[in-house]
């Protein structure tokens, strides 16, 4: 067996272990680069370690920091509340409301899984009191945060651009941003009118005070930070989100979940105002996107210090907030790139590509390679899957037949656009916050309809992204 055959082989082993025995996808990888490394490749610890991606590892650092700190102050509490208002009473725009804020909130850092963690319980307690479907508001809190997920300072932008930028390919962070968001808006329109937007909008506006339980005066966040939840499933992927209750699923897919509850007493939703903290914590979010976009300053670092700035200014709400940056994830991206660094110092890049070339229809070959996203990373992490299918695909994209920018594009999508089934971290969040349902169904439910995406949305963005480039 040819050692290119043996490194692949090795990493469909990771992606397989760490499915199934909920151990992290990265440091398995650390392993197999180890393992890989020195007994396949006769590579030192230098040749190893050259793969590790230190820019990614800063920028994820970073910005999940600064992300953690609003999480504790309180201002994701504020961002959530202020959305709310903004529908009063008009049913029909909440679930809307919910995809734009889940939107907002990766796109402007916030690690997908964390962003579900915290708009989910309130979506889908938002669901049990005015009728909405549980699935519609479900699937609309994951494709928002996947929708916003690509923007050029988002955790998945940022990895994604930076594989691009390191294997010198052609590359639009705008580009991919919009792919994204444009493939969730479509996808999050058509659940709307199947699942029954319509009866919403027939519904018109209902009396409402203010909260999703009628008190209208809950409790607000306290910002201490003192509370803190962790997303986790069977996959790889993990998520962080402050609050205390933990909901947990019983129904034979993801393990237990633990999700933020609603800020007010017995889920409520008022009582979050502005306090100097979250007023320089709205700011410093500000600052960063104007940092990164207007004057190109690296994302990581600007996040790091901006964090550090609001950390010495109030050191009792960002107490916690180290402990809450996404360590699993940063674990994740750079075990599983160091890995791939291996494959490259081996050779086994390029013999893939060439493998996949050889098919002799690139566009089959291209269709593959987003099924092959796609159906494994309904299983593990989307993370990992964009990690090293690029990479992989970079040989193929080199023979200029298939354009570099919608392909990357292509594969992004397919690979995050899943992240509603329940065993990813996503659809376990969803599963475990929906109140007075039941969970059986309802994991059913969200299993056929991430089945359905699986099927359908490879072959779609393939034909939009890719097809046009051909040649």
């Not at 007010?264 to 320089?280: F, K, Q």
Request: with cysteine; charged share 10%; aromatic share 8%.
């Amino acid at each position: 067996m040819s050692p290119e055959l043996i490194s692949i082989l090795v990493l469909v082993v990771v992606f397989v272990i760490a499915t199934t025995r909920s151990v992290n996808m990265g440091a398995l990888a650390f392993a197999a680069a180890f393992g890989v490394g020195t007994l396949v490749a006769d590579l030192d610890a230098d040749g190893i370690f050259a793969g590790f991606p230190g820019d990614l590892f800063v920028v994820l650092v970073g910005v999940t920091y600064l992300f953690a700190i609003a999480r504790a102050n309180g201002t994701t509490d504020w961002l959530v509340h202020a959305s709310v208002r903004l529908v009063r009473g008009r049913v029909a725009l909440i679930p809307w409301v919910m995809f734009a804020l889940t939107g907002a909130l990766t796109a402007i850092g916030a690690v997908s899984p964390a962003a579900v963690a915290i708009v989910a319980p309130i979506a889908l307690s938002f669901a049990t009191r005015y009728g909405i479907s549980p699935l519609l508001m479900g699937t609309m809190v994951v494709h928002g945060a996947q929708a916003g997920g690509f923007s050029p300072i988002s955790i998945y932008g940022s990895i994604v651009n930076g594989i691009v930028e390191r294997e010198k390919l052609p590359g639009s962070e705008v580009g991919l941003f919009f792919a994204s968001l444009v493939a969730n808006l479509l996808i999050a329109a058509v659940l709307f009118a199947v699942l029954g937007g319509r009866k919403l909008w027939a519904q018109g506006a209902v009396p409402d005070g203010g909260d999703a339980d009628g008190t209208g005066d809950g409790g607000g966040s306290s910002g201490s930070g003192d509370a803190k939840s962790t997303g986790e499933t069977t996959g790889t992927g993990t998520g962080t989100g402050t609050g205390g209750v933990t909901g947990t699923a019983s129904s034979p897919g993801p393990t237990a979940v633990a999700v933020r509850p609603e800020p007010g007493a017995g889920g409520g939703l008022g009582g979050t105002v502005l306090n100097p903290a979250r007023i320089a914590t709205l700011v410093a979010l500000v600052a960063l996107v104007v940092a990164v976009l207007g004057f190109d300053l690296d994302a990581g670092l600007t996040a790091v210090t901006l964090a550090v700035v609001l950390s010495a200014a109030w050191p009792d709400d960002s107490r916690r907030a180290v402990g809450e940056i996404a360590w699993s994830t940063v674990l994740l991206i750079c075990g599983v790139l160091t890995y791939v660094g291996v494959l490259e110092e081996m050779g086994t890049i390029t013999w893939a590509g060439e493998g996949v070339g050889g098919i002799g229809v690139p566009l089959l070959a291209a269709v593959l390679l987003c099924y092959i996203g796609a159906i494994v990373s309904a299983f593990a992490s989307s993370v990992g899957i964009m990690g090293a299918l690029i990479p992989l695909a970079v040989p193929f994209l080199a023979q200029g037949e298939i354009g570099a920018v919608g392909m990357v594009a292509a594969l992004a999508v397919s690979a995050t656009v899943v992240d509603v089934s329940p065993f990813s971290t996503n659809g376990a969040l969803v599963l475990a916050a929906a109140p007075d349902v039941d969970r059986d169904r309802f994991f059913r439910q969200l299993m056929v309809y991430g089945g359905i995406v699986v099927a359908v949305v490879p072959a779609l963005v393939w034909l939009v992204l890719v097809v046009p480039g051909f040649g």
